[in-house]
């Protein structure tokens, strides 16, 4: 299975959202899991990686954790600096 299908982009939904989305890649054979969020969504997609493991599959581990700053461009015409992060869950 490719790496890349395995993500899931953290946004402005609830973080079951995102947790059904995890659950439902491990349970398509998936061995890891990289939920990737920037900004605002960071703390959703801590929230999204502890329901996950706390209370729905207790054999998923946190594998990595990486952070990051990204320059996106602003609505003024500049650029300014988004915080970003991806959680790796293994099975």
Do not use: W
């Not at 207790?58 to 992060?85: H, K, L, Q």
């Amino acid at each position: 299975m490719d790496e890349e299908e395995n993500i899931v982009y953290v946004g402005n939904k609830a973080p079951m959202s995102y947790v059904i989305a995890v659950i439902t890649e491990f349970e398509q054979g998936a061995k890891n899991v990289t939920l990737k969020a920037r900004g605002r969504a960071i703390s959703r997609a801590v929230d999204a990686a502890e329901i996950t493991r706390n209370r729905f599959m207790e054999d998923v581990t946190v594998e990595n954790i990486s952070i990051d700053t990204e320059e996106i461009e602003s609505e003024e015409g500049g650029t300014r600096n988004v915080s970003s992060m991806e959680i790796v869950l293994t099975k």
